[in-house]
């Protein structure tokens, strides 16, 4: 189900009666698609959140086993994987104050939303990635071009993430 008909549909019988009146309809709804996309990046920091827990335990694996010499590039990757989690956790949602000379319509927003939603495409990626650096540290060989694997997805990633902007300039 869309996420704004989702909220539509658990609107309050009292909500619902302000909603129909005159130039709040369109503010609540405005206030409704801002909501959604942060409730979608909210799911996807939990997403990388899951992911950052086991990379995670892998670096443990790792210092476990002797392998001190690549705690900076296990760190390295767990930085940069908690640096877009806090990004995606504090980007902006759409919202312009009313003075503003660039005011985000709808269309904008909608626009912004399903931008955020496609970037769960790139988890797969992050995923095998993770996969394959667990092969490594299980096998203890290979583990510097594992962890560039997953530097690269991790890079990519955050490439997407920051061109989510165009999503609302470009439409």
């Known amino acids: 189900m869309d996420p704004i008909e989702k909220a539509k549909s658990e609107m309050g019988p009292l909500t619902k009666k302000l909603t129909g009146l005159p130039g709040i309809a369109a503010y609540r709804e405005k206030e409704m698609r801002r909501d959604s996309d942060k409730l979608v990046r909210d799911r996807l920091v939990h997403e990388l959140e899951a992911r950052r827990t086991r990379i995670n335990g892998l670096q443990q694996q790792v210092l476990s086993t002797g392998g001190l010499l690549l705690m900076d590039d296990m760190e390295q990757v767990t930085g940069r994987l908690q640096l877009l989690i806090d990004r995606i956790r504090t980007a902006a949602y759409g919202y312009a104050g009313f003075f503003d000379l660039q005011r985000v319509l709808e269309p904008q927003l909608e626009a912004l939303i399903k931008y955020d939603q496609a970037l769960f495409d790139t988890l797969p990626a992050l995923d095998s990635s993770i996969d394959e650096l667990e ?15 997953v530097s690269a ?7 997407k993430f920051g061109r989510r902007m165009e999503a609302i300039t470009n439409e």
Do not use: E, M, S, Y
């Open 135 to 149: 092969k490594a540290v299980q096998a203890n060989d290979a583990i510097p071009a594992a962890l560039q694997a």
């Open 153 to 159: 997805v991790l890079t990519d990633l955050g490439d």
